[in-house]
């Protein structure tokens, strides 16, 4: 049977500031979903938040980039905005790009993650969510999932893994897409993914069946909107077990937590820390970044959980080097490499200082 998993997220205001979700407006986003579902429209739902990110987690029998169910999430998400608005919720409506939908929600501010599938006998998967990063914060845990022995055994002692997977890259800047093979083309596949800014991973197929193994959100708000629209607070989903890397492999990547982009303004480098869903409430400075894992059995496409996967006493001391990480990040103040490149930062007084400057700057002699 044929099973469509998508998840579509919107910041649609912040409690309190940016580091929140309101439970209001996650109880009408039920509500709206719970109707779809009585409806026929979906098979099953559940809804959560990562910080100030609403999160509709839908499974239908619809295929990917089906009007009607992006429908359904714009719809939510507009209610949500005005429920924001009367509790006058910090940047109500702040994803929402555009004011009216024409058919797909791509492009139009929220981000999202769909895959269909036939589903296996049993089918475990893990969908994370991340708040106060961008879309390339996926490409060095995908890596180590699908590509790095040192991380996912699986890949050197289980027959049915050992031909490795293949990753779609998309160049968020250009709009184009490329795809690698590993482990023949890790050099090749590393030049791109290790510059998160400009190349995403989009998604990772099994070599041997070709099934989907992993896709992700790589929508970029600021080029969406070509001005500073919040970051992009992606998403992934991740298929476990059999072919696919063990739960537990799949998890393994966030005992390390990488420095990625967001943070503060969307302008710094900071520590990806693993949290619960309760936890994921980013505070200091804003941040630092944060990532929570839902993990699901499927039935039938009903979602049968979830398990708070990032919430387990093994992933403490991830906590606790991230907010070491955090100190000497933020020791830095408004240098780099805490700070962001000038071309990469969200906000910048930059123009308006240079105007102040003109006739300042005089050739140097050389
Ligand atoms: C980062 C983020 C926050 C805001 C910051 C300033 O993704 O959302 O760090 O950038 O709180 O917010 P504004 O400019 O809305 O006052
Ligand atoms: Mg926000
Ligand atoms: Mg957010």
């Given at each position: 049977?044929?099973?469509?998993?998508?998840?579509?997220?919107?910041?649609?205001?912040?409690?309190?500031?940016?580091?929140?979700?309101?439970?209001?407006?996650?109880?009408?986003?039920?509500?709206?979903?719970k109707k779809a579902k009585t409806e026929g429209l979906?098979?099953?739902?559940?809804?959560t938040k990562c910080g100030d990110d609403l999160q509709l987690i839908m499974t239908h029998k619809r295929g990917v980039d089906n009007k009607d169910i992006h429908e359904l999430a714009w719809n939510t998400f507009i209610s949500g905005t005005e429920l924001a608005k009367k509790l006058k919720l910090y940047g109500a409506g702040q994803d929402l790009l555009s004011d009216a939908f024409s058919g797909n929600v791509k492009g139009m501010g929220p981000g999202l993650a769909e895959m269909e599938i036939e589903e296996r006998p049993s089918e475990p998967v893990i969908i994370f969510m991340a708040d106060k990063t961008s879309s390339g914060a996926w490409n060095l845990p995908l890596y180590k999932m699908f590509a790095d022995p040192f991380n996912t055994i699986g890949l050197v002692i289980a027959p049915n893994m050992h031909n490795g997977f293949s990753f779609e890259v998309h160049d968020v800047k250009e709009h184009t897409k490329v795809k690698f093979n590993t482990p023949e083309e890790i050099y090749d596949l590393l030049i791109f993914i290790g510059a998160p800014s400009r190349y995403a991973v989009k998604a990772v197929y099994s070599r041997d069946t070709g099934e989907i193994a992993a896709v992700s959100s790589t929508q970029r708000l600021s080029l969406i909107a070509g001005r500073y629209v919040g970051k992009d607070d992606p998403v992934c989903i991740v298929r476990a077990?059999?072919?696919?890397?063990?739960v537990g492999e799949i998890l393994e990547p966030f005992t390390h937590p990488t420095l990625v982009e967001g943070w503060m303004r969307g302008s710094h480098h900071g520590p990806l820390m693993p949290v619960s869903v309760a936890d994921s409430t980013p505070s200091r400075f804003d941040g630092p970044p944060r990532v929570i894992a839902l993990g699901f059995q499927l039935a039938q496409g009903i979602l049968v959980g979830p398990r708070d996967m990032l919430a387990d006493k093994s992933f403490d001391n991830a906590r606790h080097q991230a907010n070491l990480a955090a100190d000497y990040m933020r020791s830095h103040g408004p240098f780099e490499p805490h700070r962001l490149p000038l071309e990469e930062m969200e906000y910048t007084t930059m123009p308006q200082i240079m105007k102040k400057l003109e006739g300042r700057f005089e050739p140097l002699e050389d």
């Open positions: 049977m044929n099973i469509t998993l998508s998840l579509i997220k919107a910041d649609i205001g912040g409690y309190v500031g940016h580091s929140e979700s309101h439970p209001d407006v996650l109880a009408q986003a039920r509500d709206s979903l979906l098979v099953d739902f559940y809804v077990q059999g072919i696919f890397p063990a």
